[in-house]
């Protein structure tokens, strides 16, 4: 699996396990339940967009309010979502993101892949302010 998309499954949820709503339904009258000739029970409405946000300071509040500065810093989002923050995993997670600079741990390579990461996160559904994509 790869990095990103760990960090996105840890704010979207992992969403390989099936739901209630999405489990296979056996046919009414079939199981003892009521008789086909009642309505079916409506759709579940679709989720709305997952405020990042909100998401990392509830995991941030979980784990005690840890001194990490998610908001910006990749390393300490990584740290915070319980991922291993090495250069390593950095230059690979920059490499899945397309980072073209020097993939030495710079500040420069550390902003890109924050604001790169949430831009990716808004991309695939997530509310993410302007302030941390910019």
């Known amino acids: 699996m790869s990095i990103f998309s760990k960090i996105k499954d840890a704010i979207f949820g992992n969403k390989s396990a099936t739901a209630p709503s999405e489990r ?22 679709a989720a709305g967009p997952v405020d990042v946000v909100q998401v990392l300071a509830d995991i941030s509040a979980s784990k005690g309010n ?3 500065n998610y908001k910006t810093s990749i390393v300490d989002l990584m740290k915070l979502l319980g991922l291993e923050s090495s250069l390593d995993n ?5 490499d899945e993101l397309g980072y073209t600079g020097d993939k030495d741990g710079s500040a420069e390579m550390n902003i890109w ?8 996160l808004a991309a695939n559904g997530g509310k993410v302010p302007a302030s941390m994509t910019d």
């Not at 296979?24 to 409405?45: L, N, T, W, Y």
């Open 113 to 120: 892949l924050h604001k790169e990461v949430m831009r990716q």
């Open 24 to 45: 296979p339904q056996i046919p009414a009258g079939m199981d003892g339940g009521p008789p086909a000739s009642q309505s079916p029970a409506p759709a579940p409405a």
């Open 66 to 68: 840890p001194d990490l």
């Open 90 to 94: 950095r230059k690979e997670l920059a």
